[in-house]
C-alpha cells in the first residue's frame, strides 16, 4: 500500500511532476483574462523561445491537446495536393502518416526497421528523387527510444524541402535541441515530457517562414487546429494583453511558467540536458549489466529520454505489473513488430539518480522472481559504478 502511494512513474509522460509545479496551478479565482494568467503565459512564450534556442524570428505557440494537436497544427502550413514526405522510426513516426492522411495532401514515406532510425542520406536521395512542400522527423521515436540525428538530417533536406518539422515530443528538455541553428521551420513538443508538466497542452516553435504560411489566406487544416486563429493570442498574450480564440487551459499554463522558471533560470538547460544524458546512460549500464538487451540497436541512436528493454523469456507484458507492485510504473512496448518482446523505461522530466537505482534494482528483482536468465544485482552494480564516475 504505502509503494503505491510512493509510487516513481519512469514513464513516457506524464511523468512525476514537482510539487511546486503542481501548487503554481491551485488558484481559485484565476481566468483567462485574470493579469496573473496573461503574465503567466508571456512569460511562458518568452521561456519557449529558450527551450527550443530561438530568438524573436520564431513565433512560439502554446495550445490545448498535446502532442498530437500540436503535429497536426502543421497542417495549417499545407494546400491541397502538396507532397509531404514523413520519415518514421516507429509509432509516433506513423502518427503523421494517419494524420496526412485525413487531408487532401499527398503522403510519402521513409521507414526504419524496429531500433533504427532511417539515415540522413536515405532522406536526402529521396528529396532529391521527388519535390516535397514538407519533411517530418522524430527526434526521439518515444515507442522504441531511438533518436535520429537531427541536425545532420535537417542539413542533409534542408536545401531541397520548403518547410522541416520536428517532433521533438521526448526530446525538448532533455536533449540538445537548437531549432534555429538548425533551421527547424517547426519544432513541438508535449506538456507531459521532459518538461514535466501535467499533460494538456502542445507547444510548437514556428519559423519566419512557416509564420509566412500563415498569412496565405488558405490551407487544409480545420478550424480548432488552424494556427491562424491561435496566431493572435500568442502575439497579444506575448504584449501582454488578454485576447481569445478557445479558452485555454489555464491552470495548466500556470504550472508551465512555473516549470520553464525552474527549467531555464534555476536548474539551466545545460545542466537539465546533463542530468538527462547521465541518467540515461546509468540506466542503460544497468539494463546490459543484468543481461539484456536495448532496442535501440546502435549506440548513436541511445536517447535521454526513453530505454526500449528486450526481454528473453519472460512476456514483457508480467515485468510491468510485477514492477508496479515494487512501487515503480514502466511504460509498456508499443511497437506491433516487437509485441511482448519489450518494455520500456522513461526517463524524463524531473527524474534523478536515486529513481534509476530503484528502477533497475526492481527490474531486477522481478526478472529474477518471473524467471528471466539475468545476473541478479549486476544490474545495480553497473548503474552504481556509472553513477559513481
Ligand atoms: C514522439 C511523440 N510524438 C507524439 C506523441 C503524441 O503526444 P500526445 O500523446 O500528447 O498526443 C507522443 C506521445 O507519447 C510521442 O512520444
Redesign the pocket.
Known sequence: MIQKEKRILMH??PVNILDRILYAGLKNNVGFTSPEFVQAFQFSLKKIRELFQVDKTYQPFIIP???????ESVTSLLKEGEKVLVVTNGV??D?WINIFKKYPVQVNVLKAEPGYYVEPETVEKEVKREKYKLVTF??????TGVRQPIRESVKAVRDYVDLVVV?????VGAEEVKAKDWNVDVYLT????AIGVP?GM?LLVLSSNAIEKLKEEKSVAGYYLDLRNWLPVMTNMEDGKASYFSTPPVHTILMLAEALKIIIDEEGLDNRIKRHEKIAGAIRAGVEGMGLDIVARKPEAYSNT?TGVLVKKVNAGNVLSEVISEGIELAPGVHPALQGKYFRIGHMGWVTENDAISTIASIERALKRLGEDIKLGEGVKATQLYLAK
Open positions: 513516457v509522460g491537446g498535446g502532442g498530437t494537436s500540436a503535429m509516433f513516426g502518427r522524430t527526434h526521439v521515436e518515444t515507442s517532433d521533438g515530443v521526448s526530446s508535449a506538456s507531459q515530457k499533460p502542445g526513453v
